[in-house]
């Protein structure tokens, strides 16, 4: 028996002399016809070859120009250093044999004269190919063993179905040869599996992927076939099986070649399936199908027995929900002595140290130490009669709670106590209040900061303005300046200008909420804005009928002032501003430059600006104006290539 009766064998045979190589390619096929003998005459051309192709053994002479077989045999082995080499020359000498021998070669083999050489190189090419066909399929089944060992150990490990089926996709994804894996749920009513985990070379695949179990085209590949017969199914290759059309061409692209569906089964219960997906066709033989099958089950009671265990504690945590689940630590103690004697997780959270420390601690430990004095009130009304609230101490301090790590945090204390079991328990629900303070501090930061602003506004501002409206006072006294239409404009801008900083210091302090909105008509609004905001060499087209919006007409008057001030200062004076309608409220539109992506939040944060003059007020104004109204503003490239921005009214009326 020479080896090669179970399967075929692909054999490079080089060498330089032609006739040669033709007689040997004829003698070594019949020799053995399961060999399939590609003849090569150049070395050079033969690496490449064995880099796109595929091949069970090379055989080569010793001595060829360029290079020589023990040169060859270094370059294969760069390339793939499992490939069976024989090296078949005349060329016997002790030197080259022990240089083969520590080049790697599989085997070595003198030239002589009688076909009977042949079948000996026949022979010996197919040991080498058994030889590390079998050496491959022991290291595949070790590997895939080995997967199933670190799957079963995660298996025991996990707490819930989430886990388990996470765990299984990353451990398979991260193991050759495969390159993706998938577990979904199947919903006998509805006869589709839907992908709950993943991992590994996924890039948008489960988007398109529809698995079913019907006898339609999504369920005839090896997920539907697996659902349906409750044994493993398999693509050996996804390029040609007409089963698998349905997701050919997304597999190719993310170089998937051979697919097995595994279905979770234990005791006669599907809980779903998993997906299996390898980079190389013919990855799924009859050994590693039945590892598969028996990790299957191994996958299916593990998900049982979770469920199983959750039901078993079903009541349990019914019991304990309440203190479990809260968002606030809770603590029950004796009502004599103060001794905690159960607490949740949350409470472990707060105080920094973990429950076996908590349980059996005197409640008074919870508070820095050396206040002890002035928390005494504290935990009578914690262990009285009847229920407590309290945030600040006798003289006013917050009531703090002090972590493992010295850290004391700010807490309110729900306290009461209640009977359970025949005995007195004081329960105490411990919120967090360190955000709440910061927030507050926060708030009181930005009030300073906006009373700062408008006193900045409506006092600096005045020297200015009483500059300008003294020039003009002045020159409107010559009767001809009286006519002039320049100097009229410039009086209502200053007038304009003075009302805004009347009513500056309210319009920042009222904050966000117009108190007294009324219909505006935002044609006159537009209008009016545009002669106080525009230049005269810029366009305005606005729609004929923009509408009637419930608002303060000053506040919204501001609004486009600053959106066209906006759009002059970084578009120039020429540029085209466009207001329209849609559906849910309005846009304006220029034809300037536009605001890039990464800029678009910023520029409605306070001060930010990108030109030498604006003040960085203007965009935080339009944005804090818009939210008095209960309306969103977002900000979009225009048709032109500008800024369109686009207002929306986020209350739905």
Same mark, same amino acid.
């Given at each position: ?9 692909? $054999? ?14 004829? @003698? ?15 070395? &050079? ?10 091949? =069970? ?45 520590s ?6 083999l003198q030239?002589? &004269? ?15 190919v ?7 399929k022991? %290291?595949?089944?070790?590997?895939? &063993? ?7 150990? #995660? ?11 996470? %765990? ?20 006998p ?12 070379v ?11 179990? #019907? ?8 997920? *539907?076939?697996?659902?349906? !017969?409750?044994?493993?199914?398999? $693509? ?7 089963e ?6 997304? %597999? ?143 003289d006013?301090? =917050? ?43 926060e ?13 900045? @506004? ?19 006294? =010559? ?34 909420? $117009? ?18 905001? *525009?230049?005269?060499?810029?366009t ?10 419930? *608002? =303060? ?6 609004l ?10 970084h ?33 409605? !944060? ?33 048709? %032109? ?13």
């Amino acid at each position: 028996m020479n080896g090669c009766e179970s399967a075929s064998a692909r $054999v490079l045979h080089v060498d330089d002399d032609e006739a040669l190589l033709d007689l040997s390619t004829t @003698l070594l096929e019949r020799a053995e016809p399961r060999l399939e003998v590609v003849p090569e005459t150049d070395p &050079t051309v033969a690496v490449e070859r064995v880099e796109t192709e595929a091949f =069970d053994c090379v055989v080569s002479d010793y001595r060829m120009p360029g290079l020589d077989g023990i040169e060859l045999l270094r370059r294969v082995r760069e390339i793939d250093d499992a490939l069976p080499f024989v090296l078949f020359t005349s060329d016997g000498s002790e030197s080259v044999a022990s240089e083969a021998i520590s080049a790697g070669v599989t085997d070595y083999l003198q030239k002589e &004269t009688g076909t009977e050489r042949y079948e000996l190189l026949a022979n010996r090419v197919c040991n080498a190919v058994r030889r590390t066909r079998a050496e491959q399929k022991a %290291a595949e089944l070790e590997r895939v &063993t080995e997967v199933v060992r670190q799957i079963n150990r #995660t298996l025991v490990r996990a707490t819930t179905r989430e886990q388990i089926e996470r %765990a299984v996709c990353e451990t398979l994804s991260d193991s050759e040869p495969y390159r993706f894996a998938y577990v979904g749920r199947y919903d006998p009513e509805t006869e589709v599996v839907e992908p709950t985990a993943w991992a590994g070379v996924e890039a948008g695949y489960l988007d398109e992927l529809e698995v079913t179990t #019907t006898e339609e085209p999504t369920g005839r590949g090896p997920g *539907g076939r697996a659902i349906r !017969t409750r044994d493993v199914a398999v $693509v050996q290759d996804v390029r040609d099986d007409p089963e698998f059309e349905p997701w050919r061409e997304s %597999a190719i692209e993310r170089g998937y070649r051979a697919v097995a569906g595994v279905p979770l089964v234990y005791r006669d219960e599907c809980y779903g399936l998993l997906g299996v997906y390898a980079d190389r066709p013919g990855a799924f033989d009859d050994e590693e199908r039945a590892i598969l099958s028996e990790l299957g089950a191994d996958i299916a009671h593990a998900i049982h027995a979770v469920e199983l265990r959750d039901e078993l504690r079903a009541s349990r945590r019914k019991h304990r929900a309440v203190v479990d689940t809260a968002p606030d630590a809770i603590f029950l103690a004796d009502a004599e002595t103060g001794v905690v004697r159960q607490a949740n997780a949350e409470a472990t959270r707060l105080v920094g140290r973990p429950m076996e420390e908590l349980v059996g601690l005197d409640q008074r430990r919870l508070h820095p130490p050396e206040d002890a004095d002035r928390y005494r009130d504290l935990f009578e009304e914690q262990l009285g009669e009847g229920p407590t609230v309290r945030t600040e101490l006798a003289d006013g301090s =917050d009531v703090l709670v002090q972590r493992a790590d010295g850290e004391r945090v700010p807490v309110e204390i729900n306290a009461s106590t209640v009977e359970i079991g025949g005995e007195r328990v004081s329960i105490g629900i411990f919120r967090d209040v360190s955000e709440r303070r910061e927030q507050a501090r926060e708030l009181d930061r930005q009030n300073r900061r906006l009373e700062r602003f408008a006193r900045v @506004l409506s006092h600096d501002l005045r020297t200015p303005l009483n500059v300008a409206r003294g020039r003009l006072e002045l020159a409107l006294a =010559d009767d001809e300046a009286e006519r002039d239409d320049d100097l009229v404009a410039l009086g209502d801008a200053l007038d304009r200008t003075e009302d805004l900083v009347e009513h500056l210091s309210p319009l920042v302090l009222r904050g966000r909420v $117009v108190d007294d909105p009324e219909e505006t008509a935002l044609n006159a609004v537009v209008e009016s804005a545009w002669t106080t905001a *525009g230049d005269p060499a810029a366009t305005l087209v606005a729609a004929d009928d923009l509408g009637v919006v419930c *608002g =303060d007409e000053s506040r919204l008057r501001e609004l486009f002032e600053n959106l066209f001030s906006n759009a002059v200062e970084h578009a120039g004076p020429e540029v085209t501003v466009t207001v329209g309608s849609h559906d849910d409220g309005f846009y304006v539109a220029d034809d300037g430059p536009g605001i890039p992506e990464s800029d678009r939040e910023a520029v409605f !944060t306070d001060g930010f600006t990108t030109g030498d003059r604006g003040s960085g007020w203007g965009l935080n104004i339009v944005q804090e104006i818009a939210t008095a109204h209960d309306w969103s503003i977002s900000i979009t490239e225009s048709a %032109a290539g500008g800024t369109r921005f686009e207002f929306r009214d986020v209350t739905g009326a």
